[in-house]
């Protein structure tokens, strides 16, 4: 079988990449619903594994070499605010890897195409797919292309990408207290989402969604702030 029968081509061309293994970009396209399907083909759970480590490690050296005169914190906060579920999967739908996606009959049939989950793990994916294919000279630079304008936007206001400091700020300065938030995880272990909410002085301020406690809470941080905002 052709592995770049399905699409892929077009997606590595808009992500820039000759893949010399092109059988690592369908891998890293292949969701475990379709590899299920498949007679045990690999998924691309290990791929998302190595790619979400080249991520982190990509900003991080990029970030510190880049802004010197941000604190530790402050890069801490930019790294936050572009290495997140929300942000990858806004960079899945860009590169139209969705599109791409291999997919069992089931998570199909639910809008698999459109999770936020889904498209952000499969970008993980692709990134240690192109780190095993050609090293980090490729996947570095892979990287930059789709962050490094959020980086600038961060790097330049880190303290608006912390919203769970930016909502407790606003809200202890009306008086209201401290935010309490309740969170809820569900799923199985190996692709666990979280829901959080967020309570102020009794009221319930916002809801979020991520695929870590840490992302639902800013998430939710980010809808009451914009609720106080607007009240």
Known sequence: ????????????????????????????????????????????????????????????GYTYRRYSELAEGQLAKVRAAVVNARVLADVAEEYGIGQALLLGRGEEASGGRTKASLLAD???????????????????????RMLAERIAHAAAEPDDYDHKSRLQELSVHRGEGTPVYEVRGSGPDHDRRYEAEVYIAGRRLGAGTGSSKKDAEQDAAQHAWQELQGA
């Open 122 to 144: 499969a970008t993980e994916a692709v990134i240690g797919a192109v780190y095993l294919d050609a090293g980090w000279d490729a996947a570095e630079p892979l990287v930059l």
């Open 1 to 60: 079988m052709d592995v770049l029968d399905h699409g892929t081509d077009a997606l590595a061309e808009r992500l820039g990449h000759r893949f010399g293994s092109p059988a690592l970009l369908h891998q890293a396209l292949s969701h475990r619903s379709w590899c299920g399907e498949q007679d045990g083909a690999p998924s691309n759970e290990r791929l998302e594994f190595l790619g979400d480590a080249v991520l982190g490690l990509v900003v991080a």
